[in-house]
């Protein structure tokens, strides 16, 4: 027998999204400097802290959990410091973390004191689990403690008129709680806050531990999306973690079910397995001809701040952006891409054999494309020569050509560079002197 207990998966809805695909970008927010920041082995110091808020501003997020300012005084301080030092662009939002516990709230208004605009985040925990283990707290006391704090978040937030406030609310563990009392929570946070059509408030919705599937996910947000009050006044967010390895699939199929905002990090950083990747959802959307409203046409250099802020490294294999994903060292596929290229023209739609997208739109070289090991084939060898050394050979001395290759791979073994196949050639063919 298991020790894990199975999902037991209840219809909720009667599903409209299964054959639906997505045709607008959510409201992104990145919380990179927050849930990612918490992961590290190092967090950030205030130098790294800025130059990640520096780079999510010009990728172009628009929400951006900076922190959690309570919970230590680097995190205070880097609030306040951009609030002073009027780092804050006219048309990004900051967002800040609280736990629901009147000390930790009043702390984190005082951060805020002076900022423009802001998004405040109140969440506690609303899974079975949690209130029977960890807070030893009832239904009814959980529902009373996100009334109060949401209470108290209004209160304080009156005493400051000038700051243009926006209320979220997380029911943490939402994918393990019944949604029927997720709602109950939810709608006691929205009668307090009475948000409007024109001034809404965020609802988010956490998988804090990724347990299921994310079919099941989807179908419980989409039972929330159709039964919580005030529908019209909420922007329904979701914020996936990766613990089953699906975050990406978990936000895609959230959307579908009627979600509105993603909450994430740049290359999956996070707690654990961590926090929904954005650059996936966001130019999965892009291959399919959405526009998401983030710019990553410099990947590697987006990937060079992460790697230097986070002190952890990107995985050559990781969608998108790690060195390799472009790269093709097999034979047929280097053949097929090369006739693909040759065949192309500038205003073609990308229609390319093992190439998803289009390389250069990250500001990736077609070059890094075709690498040469003892895998590859003469389109490759001659492909890479053509490249970088205009070298057209005719295709009898390609075959030739790739036949001395392969002996001198197969013995050493490694990559071979245009460069290396270039000092095999004028030496085979008698051009050194
Ligand atoms: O994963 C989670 O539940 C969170 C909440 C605090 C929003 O990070
Ligand atoms: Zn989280």
Redesign the pocket.
């Known amino acids: 027998a298991s020790k894990y207990q199975p999902f037991v998966p209840v219809r909720l809805t009667d599903r409209t999204w299964p054959d639906a695909v997505v045709t607008k970008p959510p409201v992104w927010c990145s919380?990179d400097l927050r849930?990612g920041n918490q992961a590290l082995i190092e967090p950030m110091d205030i130098e790294r802290k800025i130059r990640m808020f520096e780079q999510l501003v010009k990728i172009g997020f628009k929400e951006i959990e900076v922190g959690f300012p309570s919970a230590s005084q680097i995190e205070f301080d880097f609030m306040r410091k951009l609030i002073e030092e009027k780092r804050i662009p006219d048309d990004v939002t900051v967002q800040v973390?609280t736990q629901a516990r009147e000390h930790l709230i009043r702390r984190t208004f005082e951060a805020l004191e002076g900022v423009p605009r802001a998004i405040v985040?109140l969440?506690n925990a609303t899974a079975p689990v949690m209130r029977r283990v960890v807070l030893n707290m009832s239904e009814d006391e959980i529902v009373e403690l996100a009334r109060t704090n949401a209470q108290l978040f209004k209160d304080i937030a009156a005493e400051h008129p000038s700051t243009d406030w926006t209320f979220e609310y997380?029911p943490?563990?939402y994918s393990d709680t019944e949604v029927e009392f997720s709602k109950r929570v939810v709608d006691a946070v929205t009668e307090v806050w009475q948000p409007t059509p024109q001034k809404k408030c965020i609802i988010?919705l956490?998988t804090?531990v990724e347990h299921s599937s994310p079919n099941i996910f989807a179908d419980m947000v989409e039972w929330t999306h159709r039964n919580l009050l005030r529908r019209d006044s909420i922007v329904l967010s979701v914020?996936p973690?990766n613990d089953r390895g699906t975050g990406t699939a978990t936000a895609e199929m959230a959307l579908l079910a009627g979600a509105d905002r993603l909450e994430g990090c740049l290359f999956g950083n996070g707690?654990r397995t961590g926090n929904l990747d954005v650059v996936n959802v966001a130019l999965n959307m892009y291959i399919q001809g959405i526009n998401p409203g983030l710019d990553f046409s410099d990947i590697d250099g987006i990937r060079a701040t992460v790697e230097y802020c986070n002190q952890l490294p990107v995985h050559p294999r990781h969608p998108y952006v790690g060195e390799l994903v472009y790269t093709s060292f097999s034979g047929s596929h280097q053949d097929a891409i090369k006739k693909a290229f040759s065949a192309r023209k500038e205003s073609d739609i990308w229609d390319m054999p093992y190439l998803p997208i289009d390389p250069k739109d990250l500001g990736r070289s077609y070059e890094a494309v075709i690498r040469v090991n003892s895998q590859s084939g003469k389109g490759g060898i001659s492909y890479l020569l053509e490249a970088e050394y205009g070298l057209q050979l005719p295709r009898r001395l390609q075959i030739e050509f790739s036949q001395i290759v392969q002996q001198e791979m197969d013995s050493l073994g490694t990559e071979f560079t245009a460069a290396d196949l270039w000092k095999i050639f004028r030496k085979e063919f008698g051009m050194d002197v």
Request: proline letters at 7%; charged letters at 20%; zero cysteines.
């Open positions: 919380v849930d973390l985040h969440y997380s943490e563990m988010n956490p804090t914020h973690h707690e």
